[in-house]
């Protein structure tokens, strides 16, 4: 079940796995709604404050903070603060094996990998600040043109270490929750039909619950409800249209689940104050560097 859920993005390329992305918004709204994927991500708060919800428990992220997200695990992330931005480092933990099996990777990497022990989300303040500098070395290699693939590497390493000795990974103690799941199927029919015509009614009947008791339940475990996330899913998708592809209004509304090109716009200038094509220029601009 869990396989149908994953966030679908590719992540880096074969052979530089990692990827980082620098979110922020121009109108400083941020909103990632509920995914997962088998990746694990690192979020290194820049500015502002960030809300994150990780597996049901809320947590709001400050400048200089650091959280981890294992893989599988079920999280979104909104702005609390206009001035809100975050680095986040996205990269599959098979890619720290080494080609020779030896105590490292068995003893150490390998339990993460198979998910039989866990980082916890949330670094406590020291220790964040301790591995400021290793995160900072990555990104910064990351953005060099050349990028040295060696350092990054040895830099994630080193951190994975540095959490060991500071037992920072402890070992899973149970396997999901029948609620839990619950929840991953349903994160997980939305992801994969937020195209098409959905209502409380279809997904009442899809999860065995009345629409009112599928909204009620909704609100309370997403943290918003059933329309404002279908609403916030179709939007991300739409913004990686616009930024990946030359696709005009009438497509991307068409492929995000939008009734017609214009809703999609109006809707998409409600969320993010700005219209479709306005973002598209904004991020290029900022690509380039202007």
């Given amino acids: 079940m869990k396989q149908n859920l994953q966030e679908t993005r590719p992540q880096g390329t074969l052979m530089r796995p990692l990827k980082i992305y620098l979110m922020q918004e121009p109108n400083g709204k941020i909103d990632v709604p509920y995914h997962w994927q088998e990746t694990a991500e690192i979020l290194w708060i820049q500015t502002g404050e960030l809300n994150l919800k990780i597996q049901e428990k809320t947590y709001i992220g400050k400048a200089g903070d650091i959280f981890c ?3 599988r695990q079920l999280h979104g992330m909104q ?3 206009p001035d809100c931005t975050y680095l986040a480092f996205i990269f599959p933990l098979s ?3 080494f080609a020779q099996i030896d105590e490292a990777v068995e003893k150490f990497l390998n339990p993460i990998i198979e998910g039989k022990v866990q980082i916890i989300t949330q ?4 220790v964040a600040g301790q591995v400021h500098t290793a ?3 990555i990104y910064d290699n990351y953005c060099n043109n050349a990028g040295n693939w060696l350092m990054i590497k040895a830099e994630l390493l080193r951190f994975y270490a540095f959490l060991y000795e500071n037992n920072l990974i402890i070992y899973r103690q149970h396997e999901d929750s029948a609620q839990t799941r619950l929840l991953l199927e349903i994160a997980h029919y939305i992801q994969i039909h937020y195209n098409e015509k959905l209502s409380l009614q279809k997904l009442g009947q899809e999860f065995h619950m009345s629409p009112k008791y599928f909204s009620v339940f909704f609100q309370k475990h997403f943290s918003r409800n059933f329309t404002e996330y279908l609403t916030a899913i179709r939007i991300e998708r739409a913004k990686k249209m616009l930024i990946e592809s030359d696709a005009d209004m009438e497509l991307i ?3 995000t689940g939008f009734a017609s090109s214009s809703y999609f716009i109006r809707m998409f200038r409600e969320t993010l104050g700005l219209t479709p094509g306005q973002y598209r220029q904004n991020f290029k601009c900022r690509k380039d560097g202007l």
């Fill in 95 to 97: 890619w720290l094996q």
């Fill in 253 to 255: 509304s068409q492929q």
């Fill in 69 to 71: 997200i294992n893989p």
């Fill in 123 to 126: 670094l406590p303040s020291p």
């Fill in 135 to 137: 995160f900072q070395k």
């Fill in 79 to 81: 702005s609390q603060t």
